[in-house]
């Protein structure tokens, strides 16, 4: 079956340095969503991709979609401690797979 | 506030025993989601309700069951409890049937711990 790999599973840096977190798929994918979770919160919808390429944009984050869509980053520029939690990247469909997560850890 | 309740917020119990989870969608979403999330690890989905009838089918133990209802909440039910169901159980509703692009949003979460 479809699975959603992620890596890596944690990630410290220091603030201001830059995070990525990369997502990918065994099975090409019609869309790819991406959610965060603070530390003791819910998961939150960030962003979906849907196009082949597809580069989006939140502010310091930057989200990338590959050409074969079965790959998917997520860019945080000039991290600050806010950023820190755990990304999910989410695989579509009805038993909607998401990934492990990356958890972020932001010295400040 | 995603607008998804759940509740009861902590619950504690006892192994062999049975417990509700109760979640309320969004106004005018039709599918409701449960998902598992253990100590630090990933979100596992359980299963998929929309707007009252199964749609999807996850990791589910047999223990445990679910169903929506016509007002379109959802109950997750666990039954015969083991120490490792101790976990976060997270509902989330989205407004269609969950296909492609369907954003869900998620609920606060239940946090069953089993003694």
């Known amino acids: 079956g479809q699975q959603v790999m992620q890596i890596p599973q944690y990630q410290h840096v220091q603030e201001g340095e830059d995070f990525t977190t990369y997502c990918n798929s065994s099975t090409t994918l019609s869309n790819i969503q991406w959610y965060k979770q603070r530390p003791g919160g819910h998961p939150v919808f960030l962003i979906q991709l849907v196009k082949s390429g597809e580069v989006k944009k939140q502010k310091r984050l930057t989200f990338q979609f590959g050409e074969a869509k079965k790959n998917s980053s997520l860019h945080i520029t000039a991290t600050q401690t806010t950023d820190v939690g755990t990304y999910f990247c989410?695989?579509?469909?009805?038993?909607?797979?998401f990934g492990a997560g990356t958890r972020l850890f932001v010295k400040a | 506030d995603s607008g998804v309740t759940q509740t009861p917020k902590h619950l504690i119990t006892a192994t062999g025993q049975r417990v509700t989870l109760r979640c309320s969608p969004r106004?005018?979403?039709?599918?409701v989601y449960w998902y598992q999330q253990s100590l630090d690890q990933g979100l596992q989905f359980l299963i998929q309700?929309?707007?009252?009838?199964?749609?999807a089918k996850g990791n589910i133990l047999e223990r445990f069951s679910a169903q929506q209802f016509p007002d379109l909440h959802s109950e997750l039910n666990l039954s015969s409890l083991e120490l490792g169901d101790s976990a976060l159980y997270f509902c989330?509703?989205?407004?269609?049937?969950?296909?492609?692009?369907?954003?869900?949003?998620f609920g606060p979460g239940t946090r069953l711990t089993v003694l």
């Open positions: 309700y929309y707007n009252g009838e199964e749609r």
């Open positions: 106004s005018g979403d039709l599918s």
């Open positions: 989330a509703s989205s407004p269609t049937s969950g296909g492609a692009g369907d954003t869900q949003y």
């Open positions: 989410a695989g579509p469909g009805f038993k909607t797979i």
